[in-house]
């Protein structure tokens, strides 16, 4: 695929564990299909899929769960960054193998990097591999930010776009006007909270974690954009940010466990250190989401 050709609602898709720590692949296909008939494209083994609280076997067979399940329905962008090179490349070279549409990559983390490390990094990667590679800008997590002339010189080299997760919009627009000259460069929007404004500066695709628990009205807000319904665009936006709230009742993960649990989808439950939400958080959840009439 061209790096434009990824559009729409691209779920950070999460991972079913067992009570054990062992990947659960029953519940990680339910969660595909349960996903799936509602979004264009899915990004498993990331964030909210415990990508980084996996050995690289399991991320490896949780890649392959996914795209069997998958069944060539929409793109799979198969996350694949860690903290050093070699496992980077090991991963994203399986993904390809596998059938994987493109690679995402987080900056190397826990260490500080430069941005000659960081550019040697990215090089590595996108010389292992013939899919798109897209580099995921998530500051906060990884502690090392690429710089302007960094991206630039990547995307020379042929990155397919930004997963970008800085939760900026300033950064967004200040990043697109920056890369205009690149407009095969595919700039994603890491959030559903800013999808709207995101397009409006010409974004075509978000990474929206919400995905993993209301698939459909998040679909249903890239539908609307796509309208050109302006008030019902915005309507179903405020619903998108309510319902995002409601997701950080408790860690964002297990909430979201919880959410899959209350609409009826065997999505076991998150891998340790995490520990599911408490009964207060569960009640509170399924409250909120009773009164807005989505459950």
């Given amino acids: ?12 898709m999460m991972t079913a564990f067992k009570k054990d720590g062992e990947i659960y692949e029953k519940g990680t296909r339910e969660i595909v299909d349960f996903i799936v008939p509602h979004v264009q494209g899915l990004y498993p083994v990331g964030s909210y899929g415990s990508g980084p609280m ?18 060539g329905r929409i793109p799979v962008i198969v996350h694949v960054g860690c903290s050093d090179t070699r496992n980077t490349v090991d991963l994203a070279k399986h993904a390809e193998l596998i059938g994987a549409s493109a690679v995402g990559a987080v900056t190397p983390y826990y260490n500080e990097y430069d941005q000659q490390c960081i550019y040697a990094h990215f090089k590595a ?23 302007m002339e960094t991206i630039r010189k990547l995307v020379g080299d042929g990155i397919a776009g930004i997963k970008d997760s800085t939760f900026d919009l300033v950064n967004y627009y200040h990043t697109a006007m920056a890369l205009k000259q690149f407009p095969e460069l595919n700039l994603i929007i890491g959030t559903e909270a800013l999808l709207v404004a995101a397009f409006d500066a010409g974004g075509q695709a978000a990474v929206t974690g919400l995905g993993n628990v209301y698939p459909e009205l998040v679909g249903q807000l890239y539908q609307d954009y796509l309208s050109g319904d302006r008030r019902k665009t915005m309507q179903t936006q405020e619903l998108v940010l309510r319902v995002r709230q409601i997701t950080k009742f408790g860690l964002t993960v297990p909430t979201c466990h919880a959410i899959l649990e209350l609409r009826g989808v065997d999505a076991g439950v998150p891998r340790m250190p995490f520990t599911p939400v408490g009964l207060d958080v569960v009640q509170k959840v399924k409250a909120a989401l009773q009164e807005l009439n989505l459950l």
């Fill in 125 to 147: 990667l996108l010389d292992s591999v013939g899919i798109p590679v897209f580099l995921y800008n998530n500051p906060r997590l990884s502690g090392n930010t690429p710089s």
């Fill in 1 to 12: 695929m061209k790096p434009s050709e990824f559009r729409g609602v691209i779920p950070p």
């Fill in 54 to 71: 996996m050995s690289i076997a399991e991320r490896k067979h949780t890649a392959e769960i996914v795209i069997d399940q998958v069944k």
